[in-house]
């Protein structure tokens, strides 16, 4: 057969060439079509590829969904904050509403708090008093805050569960939403004077509440006041706070006591955690439309009785 197509100087395919060889066709033969001068180079008004910082996404560009987890720009909840276990989901922000202080508009759409105390490791094989931390959820388990003790270790381990201390309470970004101040204080029922407070601020700097304990010979009674140092609600708990087998609650009443608001409850973890280790469980509940700012003030009573009444299962 014939191969009318195939030029005879062609190169055939593994010909090695000397050096010098030059093809024997003009460059320009694969350059287009008759009349086709080439690429034509940038046209005037182009601006050229952009060289400053990513502006964003363009208008009209979707929103990614509340449970997206690739990255994203900062806004976007963050399913898994450092500080607490992997995996555990965060609750989506829900829209702040107005006089909401930044970061408590998560309160505004639950009735219910869960708070977990971690077990610290290091605490359970040595009884050395460790910075406690908490999560804290709702009712469907995802994690609405994060709660860290800043304390150091002489403070710690010199006065125990009795020790001053400061709660930074994180949102799902990393930003402290809360902080809770305790004074060094007595809680003896011997001792009228002088007993336990909790100041709640948020943001961090603006008080918006106060827990105070009242004296009472046998009941542990406290008082939560608003930012203007008001009384609004009364707690009160058992006579015995024990919690073999049981759960423990200490009822939110109102200032008169006739009327139940809320409770907080602890919650029974199980002969080996009660007996080994202070971290305990919570349930905190109150009305859904609730004062926001007293939402946050009971968590800051939550902390409170905790390191009052269940701090000393080591000790």
Known sequence: MEKHN?????????TSFDAGYSPPYPPTAFQGPPGHSGYPGMQPG????????????????????????????????????????????????????????PGLEYLTQIDQILVHQQIELLEVLTGFETNNKYEIKNSLGQRVYFAVEENDCCTRNCFGPARPFTLKVLDNLGREVITLHRPLACSSCCC?????????????????????????????????????????????GPCVVCSCCSDVDFEIKSLDEESLVGKISKHWTGFLREAFTDADNFGIQFPLDLDVKMKAVMLGACFLIDFMFFERNQE
């Open 6 to 14: 195939m030029p005879i100087d062609a190169p055939q395919p593994g």
């Open 46 to 101: 182009y601006p050229g590829p952009s060289q400053g910082a990513y502006l964003g996404p363009q208008a009209g560009y979707p929103i990614p969904p509340p449970n997206y987890t690739g990255a994203g720009p900062v806004g976007f909840p963050v399913q898994n904050q450092p500080g607490g276990p992997v995996g555990t989901p965060w609750m989506p922000a829900p829209p702040p509403p107005l006089d909401c202080p």
């Open 192 to 236: 009228p004077c002088c007993l336990q407070e909790i100041e709640v601020q948020a943001p961090p700097g603006i008080p918006i509440g106060y827990v105070i304990q009242n004296w009472h010979p046998c009941l542990p009674k406290f008082t939560i006041q608003n930012e203007k140092r008001e009384d609004v609600l009364k707690i009160t």
